[in-house]
């Protein structure tokens, strides 16, 4: 079992940057997939970056692309997205999530994801 908590979230200006963090426990992070979406109201939930296990592989939503950057410290069990040159549209509840079995490819789909955190609130408004 994988559990995931997210934090990090809040309000940021358009232009602003904020950086999220997942909390992993119940598994070494070399030994799953990772990935983050989003989800704004009433919208379907939405890719926004993922690794393969062992991170030889990225990769992004292109509404994200450039401007955010998925990463993770082994050591403190974390996985981090950071969000630059944030816009309105990026407005959404962030959620990380985690396969139960490593790929050599990145997983886009949500479906490929068996863990998911509670998810944190991310408002970019002036």
């Known amino acids: 079992q994988v559990r995931l908590v997210e934090s990090g979230g809040g309000l940021v200006q358009p232009g602003g940057s904020l950086r999220l963090s997942c909390a992993v426990s119940?598994?070494?992070?070399?030994?799953?997939?990772f990935a983050w979406f989003r989800q704004a109201p009433g919208k379907e939930r939405e890719f926004v970056a993922a690794n393969n296990w062992d991170v030889t592989k990225t990769r992004y939503g292109g509404s994200v692309k450039d401007r955010f950057t998925i990463s993770r410290d082994n050591g403190k069990n974390t996985l981090y997205l950071q969000m630059n040159s944030l816009k309105p549209e990026d407005t959404a509840v962030y959620y990380c999530?985690?396969?139960?079995?490593?790929?050599?490819?990145?997983?886009?789909?949500?479906?490929?994801?068996?863990?998911w955190g509670q998810g944190t609130q991310v408002t970019v408004s002036a």
């Open positions: 999530a985690a396969t139960r079995a490593i790929s050599g490819a990145v997983l886009v789909p949500a479906r490929s994801y068996d863990y």
């Open positions: 119940g598994r070494m992070m070399n030994t799953v997939n």
